[in-house]
Nanobody, 121 residues
Framework: QVQLVESGGGLVQAGGSLRLSCVVF???????????MGWYRQNPGKQRELVAT???????NYADFVRGRFTSSRTNAKNTVYLQMNSLLPEDTAVYYC????????????WGQGTQVTVSS
C-alpha cells in the first residue's frame, strides 16, 4: 500500500512563491519505485490538468502555462518530490495533487489527497 501526502499549499499574493512537497509512504514501494511522479491541479467543474512531471532519473517536463515559473525536484533519500512555484498568478489557484506512476504489468497509479493553493490578485 502507498500513501502520498502533500503539503505546502496556502494563500499567497500574486507574484509570490510556494513550495509544495509530496512524501511517498509505502511498505513495498518507495519513491524510487515509481517511473514518474507528477503534479496535477484541478478547479471545481474543470478537468484535472497536468502541471509537471519528474522521472525516476530526474528528467522534468512542464505544462506551457507554468514553464519558467515552476520547478519540480526530488530527494530520494527523503522519499519526497517538490514543486517550487514562483511568480504565482491568480489563475494558478487550484487544488494541487501529487501522482505516482509505476509502469509495468500491472501498472500502479496513486494519488495524494490534494493541497489547496490560492493566489490573490
Amino acid at each position: 500500500q502507498v500513501q502520498l501526502v502533500e503539503s505546502g499549499g496556502g494563500l499567497v499574493q500574486a507574484g509570490g512563491s510556494l513550495r509544495l512537497s509530496c512524501v511517498v509512504f509505502g511498505t513495498i514501494f518507495r519513491l524510487t519505485s515509481f517511473t514518474r511522479m507528477g503534479w496535477y491541479r484541478q478547479n471545481p467543474g474543470k478537468q484535472r490538468e497536468l502541471v509537471a512531471t519528474i522521472s525516476s532519473g530526474g528528467s522534468t517536463n512542464y505544462a506551457d502555462f507554468v514553464r519558467g515559473r515552476f520547478t519540480s525536484s526530488r530527494t530520494n533519500a527523503k522519499n519526497t518530490v517538490y514543486l517550487q512555484m514562483n511568480s504565482l498568478l491568480p489563475e494558478d489557484t487550484a487544488v494541487y495533487y501529487c501522482n505516482a506512476f509505476r509502469a509495468g504489468s500491472p501498472a500502479y497509479d496513486y494519488w495524494g489527497q490534494g493541497t489547496q493553493v490560492t493566489v490573490s490578485s
